[in-house]
């Protein structure tokens, strides 16, 4: 069973601040990780993507990966009161062949304070 | 919403009906995807389609079936509806298999 882990928090940090959310994941022969954020009764919105060890960056947002410890993080810098939300990390084990389609952990909860 | 629209958006039915929910693209990507959503578990694959008429089962496809007949479109049906299909019902389209995947508006199905 493949599984994919974060702390369901909630998880509060004060405007300004850098925002630290991680995920670990059980299946060795992932390839492909995603963080979503997901706003309360809305759909899964895609914010960074990420293939290869160690970091990418995009305005606000860095993704951290390290395969080796089965680890990925998402840092939030200069959080702010829109940031609040639920972040999904996601799995793609697909390389190829085998199963397509994502495995998602049950997400963490947000809390931007003002 | 990356060009996908999900219809119905809200629909109650009664146990043993049948249901069907539609996922409409105008993206032209070739991967579409359906999950859902309940509290404590997650989003979860219910079926996948690489293509017009290839379609493969996900984690959760007990009860489901899939059809797509169109690029454009990837039907999801319930044929005896049962409460435990209540959820939120979420499509999904990629152009990259195993890649990035970009979510539908879903649909909160309800079954009495």
């Known amino acids: 069973q493949k599984e994919v882990e974060q702390n369901s928090g909630p998880l509060s940090v004060p405007e300004g601040a850098i925002a630290s959310l991680n995920c670990t994941y059980s299946?060795?022969?992932?390839?492909?990780f995603f963080w979503y954020r997901q706003y309360s009764g809305k759909s899964p919105e895609l914010i960074m993507f990420?293939?290869?060890?160690g970091d990418k960056e995009d305005g606000r947002f860095t993704a951290q990966l390290n395969k080796a410890s089965q680890y990925v993080s998402l840092l939030i810098r200069d959080s702010q009161p829109s940031d609040s939300a639920t972040y999904l990390c996601?799995?793609?084990?697909?390389?190829?062949?085998?199963?397509?389609?994502?495995?998602f952990g049950k997400g963490t909860h947000l809390i931007i304070q003002p | 919403d990356a060009g996908i629209t999900q219809s119905p958006r809200h629909k109650v039915t009664e146990t043993g009906t049948p249901v069907t929910l539609r996922c409409h693209q105008t993206?032209?990507?070739?991967?579409m995807y359906w999950y859902r959503q309940d509290p404590g578990h997650g989003l979860r694959l219910i079926h996948y389609?690489?293509?017009?008429?290839?379609?493969d089962k996900g984690e959760v496809s007990d009860g489901y079936s899939v059809s797509r007949s169109k690029t454009e479109d990837f039907l999801l049906t319930l044929e005896s509806a049962t409460s435990s299909q209540t959820s939120v019902y979420f499509c999904?389209?990629?152009?990259?298999?195993?890649?990035?995947?970009?979510f539908g508006p879903g649909t909160r199905l309800t079954v009495t």
């Open positions: 993206e032209n990507h070739r991967y």
């Open positions: 389609s690489y293509g017009v008429k290839d379609t």
């Open positions: 299946d060795r022969g992932s390839q492909s």
């Open positions: 999904a389209i990629s152009d990259v298999r195993g890649g990035e995947q970009y």
């Open positions: 996601a799995v793609s084990e697909y390389s190829g062949g085998g199963a397509d389609g994502l495995t």
């Open positions: 990420i293939y290869s060890n």
